[in-house]
């Protein structure tokens, strides 16, 4: 009985949806903190032309909802010892972490669609370039922080400060990301050039990472 | 054996560091524009290729721990990299310090800057790690995050190309660099990338001791262990087949133990607590 790695890793996926649709915990701590967030970054600022700072403040947001994801998705797995399990099982390292990447990705990205109306009612933002720009900018920039946050999540929950690792580890790494996402981001919103120098480099670190992370995640996950 | 060639290369090195820094300071000319302030060039360029050269140290021994796991390369690349953020905090420190006289501004966020600052982060979060996994992971998963690290350096880098950049650019072998400065600065570089290189023999030798020490500790528990279990020979031996005196001195020796131990406990809380009533006195 073989399964292939897609199949695997379509089972993963499935599985944690259905963990979060059934508990819904980590996406509600997520939105409610996106949303403490916003209300801070009105008081902090002065929010009367907020366009230049916009790009900034919408991945800062989304940057630590994603951290407090990253966190309890592998959380969940060391409690009843399904890690342990998932190291002696014959299936591939590799289904295991696309599983768990794809369905952080996918609940940062309805995060993303749930806070954009809460980012356009609170700032009266209106963007500057067209629309669809703004979409590849934060399908890839939320790749980035994705897999790489996922990566060493599972590095950080074999620390004994846990949760405290994995900002310590992801942002240093993250930076480059993070800047050429934040400058797309600003770029669109006031739409006065070409965001697409920013959106290849993302797309470059993308690929970067992602190989990295899947050449490492066995080490990781097996590291004795 | 190991030692005599360290100080020997340590002895050789402290001359080097003490002339290069007297050429830097007196020898070499005076700079048109920035006067004296720029001898501080003969420090910060020779700290920054030391630091680099040890993170690529660091990244070459993760990649080899990988492959081989072997304890040598995992103390070598630890060792790397602390002293290699030793090194970097210098750049830091000195850019800054001229950058105040130079540019008016302690800091800006220029390409080289921000690079420099990044790496410093990277590996700091480095040892971070180091200190805060379990003990039998720490190695692997430092190695993985050092290749991630390593991975990060040019591409911080073509991040910031995008910036104006401030910070002079490279000028050794191109001919707005006076030739004699340029000697200048060559020997200080060979000497502080000698020193980087002890120091990190150093920290290497210290960590390898440690390595030692811990193995031995697991060994000593192994042996610990294996003499507790000894007692318990006792328990499963038929009971006719022993001499009854072996129960009666047992039960003595074992009250008596209980006691002692317990008098031992009460004797250390009480050093403890005098201790501490003395200290608050």
């Known amino acids: 009985m073989s399964l292939s790695i897609t199949r695997l890793t379509v089972v993963n996926v499935r599985k944690d949806l259905r963990l979060e649709w059934r508990s819904r915990d980590v996406f509600n701590s997520m939105l409610f903190f996106a949303l403490l967030v916003v209300v801070v970054f009105s008081y902090a600022f002065d929010t009367g032309d907020s366009r230049p700072v916009m790009g900034g403040l919408i991945w800062i947001a989304f940057l630590f909802s994603t951290n407090m994801a990253l966190n309890q998705s592998w959380a969940r797995e060391l409690r009843n010892g399904v890690l342990d399990a998932y190291r002696v099982s014959p299936a591939p390292a590799e289904s295991l972490f696309l599983g768990k990447v794809l369905g952080n990705y996918l609940l940062v990205l309805l995060l993303e669609c749930v806070m954009a109306p809460l980012f356009v009612v609170f700032y009266n933002l209106k963007s500057g370039g067209p629309l669809w720009q703004l979409a590849v900018v934060f399908l890839l920039g939320t790749w980035a922080l994705v897999v790489n946050g996922t990566f060493f999540a599972a590095m950080s929950i074999r620390t004994k400060n846990r949760e405290l690792m994995l900002p310590i580890l992801l942002l240093p790494i993250s930076l480059p990301a993070v800047y050429s996402m934040v400058e797309a981001t600003s770029i669109v919103l006031n739409g006065d050039s070409s965001p697409w120098p920013y959106v290849k480099f993302l797309a470059g670190f993308c690929v970067i990472y992602t190989t990295a992370c899947f050449l490492l995640f066995e080490i990781v996950l097996n590291a004795e | 054996m190991k030692s005599k060639l360290f100080f020997l290369l340590l002895a050789i090195d402290a001359g080097l560091l003490v002339y290069g820094t007297y050429l830097g300071l007196v020898v070499a000319p005076r700079e048109a524009t920035m006067g004296d302030v720029q001898r501080i060039f003969y420090c910060h360029v020779p700290a920054a290729a030391t630091g680099f050269t040890l993170f690529f140290v660091n990244f070459i021994a993760s990649l080899i721990y990988l492959w081989k796991r072997s304890a040598k390369a995992d103390a070598l690349a630890l060792a790397t990299a602390e002293v290699g953020v030793v090194f970097c905090t210098v750049v830091l420190v000195t850019g800054p310090i001229w950058a105040r006289y130079a540019w008016g501004t302690w800091w800006n966020w220029d390409m080289r800057l921000t690079t420099t600052l990044v790496l410093w982060l990277l590996y700091v979060s480095y040892l971070v ?27 911080v880098y073509m991040a910031n190309r995008w910036f104006r950049t401030n910070h002079p650019q490279p000028m050794i072998g191109t001919p707005r660099l006076d030739p004699h400065m340029q000697n200048i600065l060559f020997f200080n570089m060979i000497a502080f990338l000698i020193f980087g290189m002890l120091i990190a023999w150093f920290r290497y030798e210290l960590q390898r001791t440690e390595q030692k020490i811990s193995a031995a500790h697991i060994q000593r528990a192994a042996r610990g262990t294996a003499m507790a279990l000894l007692p318990a020979m006792f328990l499963f031996q038929a009971p006719g087949s022993i001499n009854p005196h072996v129960y009666l001195y047992g039960g003595y020796f074992s009250a008596w133990g209980i006691y002692a131990i317990y008098l031992l406990f009460l004797m250390s809380k009480l050093g403890k607590l005098k201790k501490e009533e003395a200290e608050l006195r």
């Open chain 2, 129 to 155: 790690l180091r200190r805060s996994s379990e003990a039998g992971s720490t190695a692997v998963l430092a190695a993985a995050l050092a290749i991630f690290s390593f991975i990060d350096v040019p591409i």
